[in-house]
């Protein structure tokens, strides 16, 4: 698909890269949005029996389609942030992201559960899950514009992936407390009020960030934008007619970014739990041990990306995981805690290095202007898809099949699919000398 032609733009000025305060605060932010979803995953089956009671398999099966539904606002939270950010700026648009995830935060924390209000704390739930969706549309994407914008042209592979590596901190973080809830209370202390202590410091988290945000500076890009009068007057408009190829580029990146991470990573807990008959204590330790693998793999990716290229390392990430996933799936359905451990560390450094290099190659299918929203309507549109929906399709296929594998296939799937794009990508990294 090719891109209709731009206007001609303005000489722009020599690249101005923002502080490393600038660019730490804004990867640092990407903790808060992971922190929260990854939290709901790693907690899914606390909170599926306190909010939806029942059946274990039952109430864990719409603790995840809660999760799959929320994920549905963040297309129309990003299309909506995006605008924000590319009409009126990237610091605008983060400050009114933040602002809202730490409300939903806080009321989320404060919930009364099934036993005090009957199945209305269920529909109350997924409302706050929907918002926090909204909120958490704007961010990555926004995010990782503004760290593309602000760093030094061969340096962006580097520091776009800082965004997936703090939001893996962000998961470890969420793994970590989850972790130490679980271990310290009784089942009675959860149950009563200890599921709330994760959700409070989340909220903490966020208002520490919103603070932060306050002091950083804008993205050159939109200055110059703003300066020169380049900055599109109707941004939906601006990408659906000059980015459709790279929104539909950015959109196939992503797919194979959200379902490695979403399926390969944060669904493993529950996975461990139903399939691998595993304690939730235990399948919490094994993804904190992941995340920490992720964190690892991210900055080594992002440097590779800026050396090579972005194609090579897209191509070689997608082969991995076409040829893995199965296989890491069975070995962790085996029941046996070193196939476990296997199959998550493995599972984890093949999302990590997706999420490292889609980060960058997502934002650089498009010029500055409209920036914001062509990643709102091919990146978030298919976080939505493939991040959202996936861990509850692989749960309710699990379930009905019985094939332990079926996680494995679904990534191996998309992986096949997105393949030949990424062989025919056009190199979008800078040249080096």
């Not at 730490?102 to 099934?114: D, E, N, R, V, Y």
């Not at 992941?290 to 390392?313: E, F, K, N, Y």
Request: glycine share 10%.
């Amino acid at each position: 698909m090719r891109d209709a032609p731009a206007p001609p733009a303005l000489p722009t000025p020599p690249h101005r890269r923002v502080s490393n305060a600038s660019i730490a605060i804004a990867a640092a932010s990407t903790v808060v949005e992971w922190y929260d979803f990854t939290l709901y995953l790693y907690f899914a089956t606390v909170v599926a029996r306190l909010f939806y009671g029942g059946d274990s398999a039952a109430s864990l099966g719409t603790t995840l389609a809660g999760f799959a539904l929320a994920y549905l606002m963040r297309p129309l939270g990003a299309a909506v942030f995006g605008h924000v950010g590319d009409r009126h700026g990237r610091k605008v648009m983060l400050l009114w992201s933040m602002a809202l995830m730490s409300a939903a935060m806080l009321a989320t924390a404060l919930l009364p559960t099934m036993a005090s209000i009957g199945p209305a704390a269920g529909v109350l739930l997924l409302l706050l899950r929907c918002v926090m969706g909204f909120a958490v549309g704007g961010e990555y994407s926004g995010v990782v514009a503004y760290l593309l914008e602000g760093a030094a042209p061969r340096r962006r592979g580097l520091v776009a992936s800082s965004a997936s590596a703090a939001s893996e901190v962000g998961g470890l973080l969420a793994v970590g407390v989850s972790a130490a809830t679980v271990a310290l209370l009784s089942e009675a202390q959860l149950a009563g009020w200890g599921w709330r202590i994760p959700f409070f410091v989340g909220a903490a988290l966020a208002g520490s960030v919103f603070v932060a945000r306050s002091a950083m500076e804008e993205s050159p890009d939109f200055e110059a934008q703003r300066a020169e009068g380049r900055v599109p007057e109707q941004p939906w408009r601006h990408s659906w007619t000059h980015h459709r190829g790279g929104i539909a580029r950015a959109f196939a990146i992503s797919a194979l970014g959200s379902i490695t991470y979403y399926v390969g990573i944060t669904y493993v807990p529950a996975y461990l739990t139903s399939v691998g008959k595993m304690s939730e204590a235990r399948s919490l330790i094994l993804s904190t041990i992941a995340a920490v693998v992720v964190i690892a793999v991210t900055p080594l990716t992002g440097m590779l990306s800026d050396r090579v290229g972005r194609r090579p390392v897209l191509v070689g990430v997608a082969v991995l995981s076409m040829v893995l996933p199965i296989s890491l799936f069975l070995a962790m359905a085996n029941g046996t805690w070193g196939g476990a451990l296997a199959g998550a560390v493995a599972l984890a450094a093949v999302a990590g290095a997706m999420s490292a290099v889609g980060a960058v190659a997502t934002a650089e299918q498009f010029p500055g202007e409209g920036r914001v929203t062509g990643l709102a309507f091919g990146a978030t549109g298919a976080t939505a898809i493939f991040g959202g929906l996936t861990p509850w399709l692989a749960h309710w296929l699990t379930e009905r099949t019985g094939n332990p594998a079926i996680p494995g296939v679904m990534i191996a799937a998309v992986a096949l699919a997105v393949l030949p794009l990424f062989w025919r990508l056009r190199e979008t990294a800078p040249a080096r000398d």
